[in-house]
């Protein structure tokens, strides 16, 4: 791995730990400030909401300024997201942490582009494992998020709003990595040589699928995770244990990282999606089977895993959908996709949890899944003529 692939991997730790952190907490401090409990999950819902807004306008800031000054500017705007929810949160305001968050969606849209960023800094033999050893930099913030949250609990006075200022520090520590790193300028379209628009863009199968699979991979992730704490607290669990099947979770999510790129060059990339919505299946099927600490841990581990397939595996198809000068449209048309799909399931999340409750949660993950086995299989059998 060279410096600067190495240098981005931490630097996407460094996100993963701000987002795992920001799901660990901000559920339970939306539960002890919104007006109604259904309300709890809207801080993570805006988080997802202001990705989905902002995704294009960070692509276009990214063609603009290049990669290194446009992540310098989403770690500014993380900055400034975490000093509005610490003043937010000890002033008691439910809607000023949902506006943090809101905000935070830039960062959350433009730090998403690190993947993508990766496959610049190799050979393009080596674009898989790169999208691969980035995702894989998760591992770091799985390990320091549920960590940073646990022990900021009760670091100032009103509960959880020490973890907004240890993340302040986070965000420094990412503007400084970024800061040391030397991208390739983005190519830039000619005058009338832009590329295909948007809509000639999406009405490629291989986009779609891509799209598809990444979307509906993590709003079913984010439907079931950002509802877990709140459902291990409705089952008697002490918050400890919840930060622990999240820290599990994040790992299943980014461990495998490590290795599904060479998974993808040996069995072929649809395979490798296709497993990883068996394994969605199997999350639900682990659920709806019990309610006590392990099934939650097995269940979210499982899940876990399951994302990590679908989105690196449509990381990579995406990666056939564009040419070098549709990148940052391509690319800023993808994200929105998915933060759009994120939004609906993080505020499903909060209503379905309290007053459904947990199994009805995952049977209703079964049709966002049901969706995505359905893409899978129409692009495998499309391309069959094809491979003959």
């Known amino acids: 791995m060279n410096r600067r692939l190495a240098l981005l991997v931490l630097a996407q730790g460094l996100f993963l730990t701000n987002n795992i952190c920001f799901m660990a907490i901000n559920g339970l401090v939306g539960l002890a400030l919104a007006p ?38 989403g770690l500014l705007v993380a900055l400034a997201s975490c000093a509005i929810a610490l003043f937010s949160v000890l002033q008691h305001s439910f809607w000023g942490v949902v506006l943090a968050t809101l905000v935070a969606g830039y960062y959350n849209a433009n730090a998403a582009l690190y993947r993508f960023a990766a496959t610049e800094l190799v050979a393009p033999a080596q674009r898989e494992r790169a999208i691969s050893w980035v995702l894989g930099g998760g591992c770091l913030g799985a390990v320091i998020g549920p960590a940073l949250a646990r022990l900021s609990r009760d670091l100032l006075v009103t509960p959880f709003a020490g973890a907004y200022l240890l993340l302040i520090a986070v965000a420094l520590a990412g503007l400084l990595l970024i800061s040391l790193i030397d991208f390739p300028a983005l190519a830039q379209p000619r005058p009338g040589e832009g590329g295909r628009s948007s809509a000639e863009l999406a009405r490629q199968p291989v986009f779609l699928v891509a799209v598809a699979a990444s979307a509906l991979g993590y709003g079913v992730m984010n439907l079931l995770m950002a509802a877990t704490p709140i459902a291990m607290g409705q089952c008697g669990l002490p918050f400890g244990d919840a930060g622990t099947v999240l820290q599990w979770h994040v790992l299943g999510m980014f461990v495998p990282s490590f290795f599904t790129g060479g998974l993808i060059r040996r069995f072929g990339v649809l395979r490798v999606m296709s497993v990883g919505v068996a394994l969605n299946l199997g999350c639900v099927a682990f659920a709806l089977a019990g309610q006590d600490f392990a099934h939650f841990l097995g269940a979210l581990l499982l899940l876990g895993v399951g994302w990590n397939f679908l989105y690196i595996g449509g990381t990579t198809l995406f990666t056939q959908a564009y040419r070098p000068e549709e990148k ?44 995505c086995a359905a893409a899978l299989a129409g692009l495998a059998w499309a391309q069959r003529p094809a491979s003959r």
């Open 36 to 73: 109604r409990p259904w309300m709890a999950t809207l801080p993570i819902c805006a988080y997802v909401a202001g990705g989905a807004l902002m995704a294009r306008l960070v692509g276009r800031h990214q063609l603009r300024f290049g990669r290194r000054r446009g992540f310098q500017i």
């Open 328 to 371: 940052t449209r391509a690319q800023g048309l993808m994200d929105t996709g998915v933060y759009a799909t994120m939004t609906l399931t993080s505020f499903s999340s909060g209503a379905l949890v309290t007053t459904g409750g947990w199994q009805w949660m995952n049977l209703a993950s079964l049709l966002p899944i049901a969706l």
